[in-house]
């Protein structure tokens, strides 16, 4: 079985706190991806990976960056949180270079920014 | 901008009947597409995905697709109360990596 791993399943910050989201997939896919998901707003790509050190901005970077140092590992980074980073982050990873394979969702961080 | 369209709901259907999910999308070069469940507090898992025209039946879940048409459907069969939840439609563009994610039809299945 694919196993995404999301390093918190809770998360509290206060506004301006470097935040750090981690995500661990084992099963040598190529392609990993993070999402926010908000109330009518649905699944929102914030960044994405096809290799390793390699990255591309997805619909909504504003805020944040990532690191892929490893092929299973890929960081979400709020460089300084605020308030409406408050939201359901999630993890995905695909296996193949050309992204046609399904997506392995993580089980999710809620962080909740004060 | 690429579009994926799903009546948000709630669909609501008594247990045994069949629910019908509809999806609509704007892209032309969609190649495949996917059907995620996605229960309240949960991170979404895939159910069905198919790539061709048609249908494409598993267990109780029948993906049926067309492309001229820019619409994509999911059939339950024997609705469950456990079916109760939100299913995402999310085709696949093949030239950029990504899903693009409708967002999501509630479907509640009363007991």
């Known amino acids: 079985d694919v196993k995404v791993t999301q390093s918190s399943r809770y998360l509290v910050k206060r506004t301006g706190e470097k935040v750090f989201l981690e995500c661990v997939q084992d099963?040598?896919?190529?392609?990993m991806f993070w999402y926010r998901q908000d109330p009518g707003l649905g699944l929102r790509l914030i960044y994405f990976?096809?290799?390793?050190?390699?990255?591309e901005k997805g619909d909504i970077p504003e805020g944040y960056s990532v690191s892929r140092e490893k092929k299973e590992r890929f960081s979400l980074i709020l460089e300084s949180a605020s308030t409406n980073q408050t939201s359901m982050y999630l993890c995905?990873?695909?296996?193949?270079?050309?992204?046609?394979?399904?997506?392995?969702f993580g089980p999710g961080t809620r962080l909740l920014v004060l | 901008q690429k579009e994926v369209e799903q009546n948000s709901g709630p669909l609501s259907v008594p247990e045994g009947a069949i629910a019908s999910l509809n999806c609509t999308y704007s892209?032309?070069?969609?190649?495949?597409f996917f059907w995620y469940r996605q229960y309240s507090g949960k991170s979404p898992e895939l159910i069905m995905s198919?790539?061709?025209?048609g249908d494409k039946e598993d267990g109780r879940f029948t993906a049926q697709l067309n492309k001229a048409s820019q619409y994509v459907s999911l059939l339950i069969r024997d609705s469950q109360p456990s079916d109760s939840a939100t299913y995402l439609c999310?085709?696949?563009?093949?030239?950029?990596?990504?899903?693009?994610f409708g967002k999501g039809t509630l479907l509640t299945v009363n007991p």
């Open positions: 995905a990873s695909s296996p193949n270079r050309d992204g046609g394979e399904t997506q392995y």
């Open positions: 099963m040598d896919h190529e392609n």
């Open positions: 990976s096809y290799d390793v050190k390699m990255k």
């Open positions: 892209d032309r070069v969609s190649q495949s």
């Open positions: 198919i790539y061709s025209n």
């Open positions: 999310a085709p696949y563009g093949g030239s950029n990596y990504k899903l693009t």
